[in-house]
């Protein structure tokens, strides 16, 4: 998996994620799509838990926020109040183990894309499996990568938040040949993070789920619902385990 080091973004995460059209869009629709369920749910990529914690506080549910990054666990620590029924772990996300198995495993904010292969990718999907009891749900988005767009703003400095005194921005360079966008934030002019993301293709993700045991129960193209078509400019899968471990 892409060794993302999300340790010099941490204490700025959510000023630099407001620069993001999803930011807000993307955490409505996990809390309203999981608003209607129970039981144990799981975040990969729990981050600061601006997802987690509030659908923590759902009566009878308990998550787990999944996390490779301690620094970004911490800051969630900071943020979570004593009603919010949250643990945290930090793990790899094609290798972690759930102390008990989810109702529910979501996976918010395209974090899917730091899945750099095919075989990262399925073995994140399996290590969702195991985890993930039969006939329960696994949620994703991802965006539909635009080839204009990214050639209108290849290497060039993107701003994602101004105030006095701080200063956050996105430089990324694309490598077309590989679906794979190289990526930099800086702080007041200063390289704080770099990672690599992948943007993975409808078919990938279609080729990949029915051989962990998945069905597709609905498929979104945008966080207010609609469904999905050629114009869309996301995709949200809601998968349901449906087979049996396999192993």
Not at 212 to 220: D, Q, R, S, T, V
Request: proline share 3%; with cysteine; aromatic share 16%.
């Amino acid at each position: 998996m892409n060794t993302c080091d999300y340790s010099g973004i941490a204490g700025y995460y959510e000023k630099w994620c407001m620069g993001d059209p999803s930011y807000l869009p993307s955490a409505m629709f996990y809390r309203r799509y999981l608003s209607q369920y129970t039981g144990i749910f799981a975040e990969l990529g729990v981050g600061t838990g601006r997802i987690a914690i509030p659908i923590s506080k759902q009566e009878n549910v308990k998550v787990y926020g999944i996390d490779t990054c301690e620094e970004m666990l911490e800051e969630c620590e900071k943020r979570r109040t004593y009603d919010a029924c949250l643990t945290l772990l930090c793990a790899d996300f094609r290798d972690f183990r759930l102390p008990q198995r989810a109702d529910i495993i979501y996976m918010p904010f395209r974090t899917i894309g730091y899945m750099m292969t095919r075989e990262e990718l399925e073995c994140c999907f399996s290590c969702i499996q195991r985890n993930l009891k039969e006939g329960g749900l696994f949620l994703f988005d991802h965006y539909m990568f635009s080839r204009t767009w990214a050639y209108a703003h290849n290497d060039i400095e993107i701003p994602m938040y101004e105030e006095s005194g701080l200063k956050i921005t996105d430089r990324y360079q694309y490598d077309f040949s590989n679906n794979i966008m190289h990526c930099r934030i800086c702080v007041n002019g200063d390289t704080v993070t770099k990672f690599d993301f992948r943007w993975i293709d409808m078919d990938e993700i279609k080729d990949v789920y029915p051989k962990y045991g998945f069905c597709c129960e609905e498929l979104m193209g945008s966080f207010s619902g609609s469904i999905w078509t050629p114009e869309s400019s996301d995709q949200i899968w809601v998968l349901r385990r449906t087979g049996s471990d396999g192993f």
